[in-house]
């Protein structure tokens, strides 16, 4: 599920992309309007998160131009402007949903199952297995043959990643990120340390081994 965030507040747009990544999303943001709507050309979201007050072109103004374009993607208002007029406004200009801060997370993450749903996008998993191995996103669990393992909110968005690429190889730079959401210097081996404790909770005590390293691109799931 990729999610476009469109929401020039900082603090708001890292608790909402923090959340939508540990519920196994992926999540691009644009901070102003004028970049959304370059973002919202150039590549395809399963959902756009929007809020009303933006710089350079308001919320409303970006949803009825990209409303005019005749796309579908199903599109989420998160604002402030709680106005029965605005919600109306909103969901009249061709918003799927009209969410009103400040709000519960819970609550945005069902309503982008929903709207999802209703437009016929895959919607976010919420479990993810390999053998016998299980996640659920909403619970924020993971067992492994039926006996549970605690782990970090970093280390489950890793488990995530690499569960829901299963098979695939991914490098170091992809997983940084996806989980840390920067680039690590290439001579740092953070995400090689956390691998590694990961992989000491997720394959401890298990004749079979999940966790790979591919020498010299990075890490599978298999």
Same mark, same amino acid.
């Given at each position: 599920?990729?999610?476009?965030?469109? &929401?020039?507040?900082?603090?708001?747009?890292?608790?909402?992309?923090?959340?939508?990544? &540990?519920?196994?999303?992926?999540?691009?943001?644009?901070? @102003?309007?004028? !970049?959304?709507?370059?973002?919202?050309?150039? &590549?395809?979201?399963?959902? #756009?998160?929007?809020?009303?007050?933006?710089?350079?072109?308001?919320?409303?103004?970006? /949803?009825?131009?990209?409303?005019?374009?005749?796309? /579908?993607?199903?599109?989420?208002? /998160?604002?402030?402007?709680?106005?029965?007029?605005?919600?109306?406004?909103?969901?009249?200009?061709?918003?799927?949903?009209?969410? #009103?801060?400040?709000?519960?997370?819970?609550?945005?993450?069902?309503?982008?199952?929903?709207?999802?749903?209703?437009?016929? !996008?895959?919607?976010?998993?919420?479990?993810?297995?390999? %053998?016998?191995? &299980?996640?659920?996103?909403?619970?924020?669990?993971?067992?492994?043959?039926?006996?549970?393992? %605690? /782990?970090?909110?970093? %280390?489950?968005?890793?488990?995530?990643?690499?569960?829901?690429?299963? @098979?695939?190889?991914?490098?170091?730079?992809?997983?940084?990120?996806?989980?840390?959401?920067?680039?690590? @210097?290439?001579?740092?081996?953070?995400? @090689?340390?956390?691998?590694?404790?990961?992989?000491?909770?997720?394959?401890?005590?298990?004749?079979?081994?999940?966790?790979?390293?591919?020498?010299?691109?990075?890490?599978?799931?298999?």
């Amino acid at each position: 599920m990729k999610i476009l965030l469109v &929401e020039d507040d900082n603090p708001t747009a890292s608790y909402v992309a923090k959340g939508l990544k &540990e519920a196994g999303m992926s999540v691009q943001r644009a901070a @102003d309007g004028r !970049a959304a709507l370059d973002m919202l050309i150039g &590549e395809d979201f399963d959902c #756009v998160i929007l809020d009303i007050m933006l710089p350079f072109i308001d919320g409303m103004t970006l /949803l009825k131009t990209f409303r005019a374009s005749n796309a /579908l993607t199903p599109v989420i208002m /998160l604002t402030a402007k709680d106005a029965v007029e605005d919600r109306v406004r909103g969901l009249s200009g061709g918003a799927d949903d009209y969410l #009103v801060k400040p709000f519960a997370f819970s609550e945005l993450l069902a309503r982008i199952h929903a709207v999802t749903r209703r437009r016929g !996008a895959p919607a976010p998993q919420a479990r993810l297995s390999a %053998e016998d191995l &299980e996640m659920d996103s909403v619970k924020h669990t993971v067992t492994r043959g039926g006996k549970s393992i %605690e /782990l970090t909110k970093k %280390e489950f968005s890793l488990l995530w990643l690499l569960l829901s690429h299963k @098979d695939e190889v991914l490098s170091r730079t992809f997983i940084s990120e996806r989980v840390w959401d920067i680039n690590f @210097d290439s001579g740092t081996n953070a995400v @090689d340390v956390a691998v590694k404790r990961l992989r000491d909770k997720v394959d401890g005590g298990f004749a079979r081994k999940l966790i790979h390293t591919v020498r010299g691109v990075g890490y599978v799931l298999r």
